[in-house]
Nanobody, 121 residues
Framework: QVQLVESGGGLVRPGGSLRLSCVVS?????????????VGWYRQAPGKQRELVAL???????DYADSVKGRFAISRDNAKKMVYLEMNNLKPEDTAVYYC??????????WGQGTQVTVSS
């Protein structure tokens, strides 16, 4: 079993910043194995489907949703088995529950429980 735990969400005003963190623990043989996995962040706003925010591959190739390009930055620390999402210039439409995502090439990816981000004045 693998566990993903997010932190760093909260209430922020438009234009503000937040940094989300996700720590991965459990049945991963080594940090070298973790470093090969695709990890990322998704989000789900009320009444909407879960959508991709950002992904980072084992080779540290990154992909972002068009709506967050230039504002968000994803990074990873393989030694700590952690994934980060730096969010700047936040907008009310960024309000959502943010989920950490891990693809170990198993039938289903692994998900965290989510952390709420609310952008409001």
């Amino acid at each position: 079993q693998v566990q993903l735990v997010e932190s760093g969400g909260g209430l922020v005003r438009p234009g503000g910043s937040l940094r989300l963190s996700c720590v991965v623990s459990g049945n991963i043989a080594s940090t070298n194995i973790f470093s090969q996995y695709l990890v990322g962040w998704y989000r789900q706003a009320p009444g909407k489907q879960r959508e991709l925010v950002a992904l980072i591959s084992g080779g540290e190739r990154v992909d972002y949703a068009d709506s967050v390009k230039g504002r968000f930055a994803i990074s990873r620390d393989n030694a700590k088995k952690m994934v980060y999402l730096e969010m700047n210039n936040l907008k009310p439409e960024d309000t959502a529950v943010y989920y950490c995502y891990l693809d170990r090439a198993t039938p289903r990816p692994d998900w965290g429980q989510g952390t709420q981000v609310t952008v409001s004045s």
